[in-house]
């Protein structure tokens, strides 16, 4: 099995085989010892494991979103660039200072993913101290800085729901469960990690993931949602570090739990009040 992006394990009640063994006296008296076997309930550990995709498939994932991008297109489903287009024309979904504030942190982005690459071009082994603690905090500050503005757009974020461009993220998403997810069952007899989904192509993956959901079978009840949210947080920041995926995870466990009051904290408020007063300033 290749390099992993993540492993977790659930934990199934199974009914296993044990031995054990007891002494009993026969009928002549004499002391003997016997073996048995009976069945117990126990809690059995599944691995879950989310390969690192090879070159290949990152090209198959690529294709993906292209056909699914073209396909919604010529549906008439607009593209979030179409879509912010129409409405700047109007001014009706993103103010000029909404813009320059986004444009700022975008760039700041950038610039820090830009850092990133040129230090992850270094060869693991090759990096000195100082190289590995700028990459850990590049990889913190971009995740922050992913979030804000995320935050900064929830605004209007159910707009781009509906486009072009997020039906072909969440498809190339769902080709990375689908393609990415194995499981290791002792229980089973498998000594070695087998595919969650069934199926040779990504068509019969996905439906045999329906026929999974539909029968409400334990792997997919009790892992396929952590799977999404690991890839999803992979495939849009590139981070594979554990520390970071694990934050990403218990963030949005606090979001889901405060769905019902959605409040913006102080650190989020100065957050944007500092980037509109450097916007103010240039």
Sequence with gaps: MSKSIYTFTINKVAKVSEKRSE????????????????????????????KKPNRRQLQEADMVFSVEMSRCIKAGILTK???LNK???????????????LNKAKDNLESLERNLVTLLAIPEEK???????????LESDIFGLR?????????????????????AQNRIVLWYVLNLSFFKDPASGHKDFMPIF???TF????????????????????????????LSFWYFTGITDVELIEQSLKEQEKENEELLEPELDQEDGDFEKDMIEEVKEE
């Design 203 to 230: 068509e019969e993956k996905e439906a045999f993931s329906y026929e999974l959901e539909e029968r409400e079978d334990f792997l997919f009840v009790n892992a396929y949602d952590k799977i999404a949210k690991v």
């Design 147 to 167: 979030r804000k503005i995320i935050e900064s757009q929830v605004s209007y974020l159910d707009l781009f729901n509906h486009t072009a461009d997020t039906k």
């Design 87 to 101: 409405y700047t024309d109007t001014g009706g979904l993103v103010s000029r200072e909404d813009n320059k504030v």
């Design 81 to 83: 660039n179409m879509l």
């Design 23 to 50: 002494k009993y006296t026969d009928k002549e008296g004499n002391e003997k010892e016997r073996t048995i076997t009976e069945e117990v309930e126990k809690n059995i550990p599944i691995e879950i494991l989310i």
């Design 198 to 200: 069934e199926g040779d």
């Design 127 to 137: 990096r000195n101290e100082e190289e590995k603690e700028e990459i850990s905090n």
